[in-house]
């Protein structure tokens, strides 16, 4: 199967089995957002609730005393249950939002709370260069028409331009397989990277995560042998290079107006998982050849933000006491990742 005569076909042949699999074994939702209930509402609740509008049934088609009595004491009895149900609930559920919960948890819960829908408006039109677009299609080219352009040359000074024509050369790196690190990857790399993906969002693909946690021994070696075939051929498959694209709107901006939405790329998981893989490996040669800047926090293991605001904090306590000065600068680049020159920083770095 990974034996083919070109890495995209093996990709691909791997994609349509794990895709077939999962359509035999998984049963598929409608796909319709389901309506979030109350916390406290239970299946006491329910049966109530449809005994009440039973007796509201037949009270509103044959109205005589016998059926008003049954329909006031299976409303009295609903009343009773659901006020019961919010008092024993409410605290042990109020309870279990602790410091230890994630965010994305605890807001599922407030929003179950209030029992509304998520936030997954559709954009409706936009306004752009005095035009109101209201067809999806166009909706769609304007925003990616827009995201691109952040990214374009037209944002680039021209002497810049004229320097950034080294990307026409090509980046070979010229690796020694002498190196630990450009050895070929380990059954026990790929389980720990598998244990490590969260349950992202499916790309093109439409490989979930959780499909690759589910598969066998056997399944996950042929998949670490394509794995292994990429790292040593160095050539990236093309259909891991497509990614669906969600604009999510800025808050606090303009919906209508294209600027003001921030691109989510989804790609193949598979993909994902072999990135894992690279960079565990990558960032343990760089901790342990201590190429990183010490003041340097983010994308580093067991180390913070925190860490930089407590040396400021440090700082600005020491001003005071020794009364003196502290100057501070913070910059905050427009687009910083967007407009990042990532063929000069593989090739000077």
């Not at 406290?40 to 008003?68: I, V």
């Not at 894992?276 to 180390?303: D, N, Y």
């Not at 860490?307 to 502290?326: D, G, P, S, W």
Request: charged share 25%; hydrophobic share 35%.
């Amino acid at each position: 199967m990974v034996d083919k005569n070109s890495t995209d076909i093996a990709v691909n042949t791997i994609t349509d089995c794990v895709i077939t699999s999962a359509d035999i074994s998984i049963p598929k939702t409608s796909g319709n957002i389901p309506k979030l209930s109350k916390p406290w509402w239970n299946t006491e609740c329910d049966t109530c609730q449809k005994t009440l509008e039973k007796a509201w049934y037949n009270f509103r088609r044959y109205p005589t005393t016998h059926n008003l009595i049954k329909f006031k004491k299976a409303r009295a009895k609903f009343r009773q249950i659901r006020r019961r149900s919010m008092n024993t609930t409410w605290c042990s559920y109020v309870n279990s939002i602790t410091r230890q919960v994630s965010s994305k948890i605890v807001w599922d819960k407030v929003r179950k709370i209030f029992g509304c829908y998520s936030d997954t408006q559709n954009i409706s039109f936009l306004n752009y260069n005095g035009q109101v677009i209201s067809d999806v299609k166009e909706i769609a080219n304007v925003i990616g028409q827009t995201l691109s352009e952040i990214s374009g040359e037209s944002s680039y000074p021209n002497d810049f331009i004229a320097f950034k024509k080294c990307e026409q050369k090509s980046v070979d790196f010229l690796p020694s397989y002498a190196e630990d690190y450009n050895s070929t990857f380990s059954y026990h790399e790929l389980k720990n990277a598998l244990i490590k993906s969260n349950p992202t969002s499916p790309g093109p693909d439409q490989i979930h995560n959780n499909m690759l946690k589910h598969l066998g021994e056997s399944s996950l070696l042929t998949i670490l042998l394509l794995f292994n075939r990429i790292w040593q051929e160095r050539v990236f498959p093309l259909s891991w290079l497509k990614a669906i694209v969600v604009p999510i709107p800025k808050p606090g901006k303009d919906k209508q107006d294209p600027n003001n939405y921030r691109p989510i790329a989804l790609t193949s998981c598979l993909s994902k998982l072999w990135e894992r893989m690279v960079s565990a490996r990558l960032l343990h040669v760089l901790e342990r050849s201590k190429w990183f800047v010490p003041s340097q926090s983010g994308f580093r293991r067991r180390r913070g933000t925190i860490e930089n605001l407590l040396k400021l904090e440090t700082a600005i306590r020491e001003a005071f006491v020794r009364k003196k000065h502290l100057v501070s600068i913070f910059f905050d680049i427009e687009k910083a990742y967007d407009r990042t020159w990532r063929h000069g920083i593989l090739r000077f770095i």
